[in-house]
């Protein structure tokens, strides 16, 4: 179960500019607002690889996990790690399924407060409505290259587990290159999508839960 939430709360850095060198706070967001949210609804699937680097606060070394992800509307993700170990998570709306080398597991995020609001947060990523979810306050940063959208949780639940995730955006089709999320714990893990492609056809099978 504990694989399941932080698998989840990689998805969803951040309380300074300080914290982001190289980027500026960009005052009025209307325009980027406009233009993520096109973007994204434009977006029926994606299909692409990830890397994931894990940086515990306990120990010196990274934990580096790399797989596929895709992307479907209305609500589904497939995320299937490769290496060094195999595991898979799928979401079909509120419905779960996560998988390993031994063993499955189905659950509904409805009956977990923290998994509905991380599911939701996950499918807002994706889906760029991220900066309209109530759970979140949110400030956005570039560069010339990318945007920087900083969310800090405001709700007490999402308060106790981690401190901010942070999307990077790229400026030349809005989206998302790269996710991270800092944790309470001082744990911090990253996850990069490479070699994205948009709106190719994707079998539902792939996001079965049955």
Not at 84 to 102: A, R
Request: hydrophobic share 35%; aromatic share 10%; charged share 25%.
């Amino acid at each position: 179960m504990r694989k399941l939430m932080m698998i989840l709360f990689c998805f969803l850095a951040i309380h300074s500019i300080a914290q982001h060198p190289g980027y500026k706070l960009l005052a009025n967001t209307d325009d980027f607002r406009k233009q993520f949210t096109r973007a994204a609804q434009s977006t029926n699937s994606i299909q692409c690889d990830f890397v994931q680097d894990k940086n515990l606060a306990m120990l010196s070394d990274k934990i580096v996990s790399t797989g596929k992800f895709w992307f479907k509307r209305e609500n589904k993700v497939r995320m299937e790690y490769e290496k060094p170990s195999y595991y898979l998570l799928v979401i079909n709306g509120s419905n779960i399924k996560t998988k390993d080398s031994q063993k499955e597991n189905k659950v509904s995020a409805k009956s977990n407060k923290m998994f509905e609001q991380v599911n939701k947060m996950m499918i807002d990523c994706v889906q760029g409505t991220a900066l309209d979810n109530k759970s979140f306050t949110t400030q956005v940063f570039e560069n010339t290259q990318t945007y920087l959208v900083e969310l800090t949780p405001v709700v007490k639940s999402l308060q106790s587990v981690f401190k901010s995730i942070t999307l990077t955006v790229d400026k030349k089709d809005y989206s998302v290159n790269k996710m991270q999320m800092d944790e309470l714990s001082g744990d911090n893990t990253i996850i990069s999508f490479l070699h994205k492609q948009m709106n190719v056809n994707i079998p539902d099978e792939l996001f079965s839960v049955k």
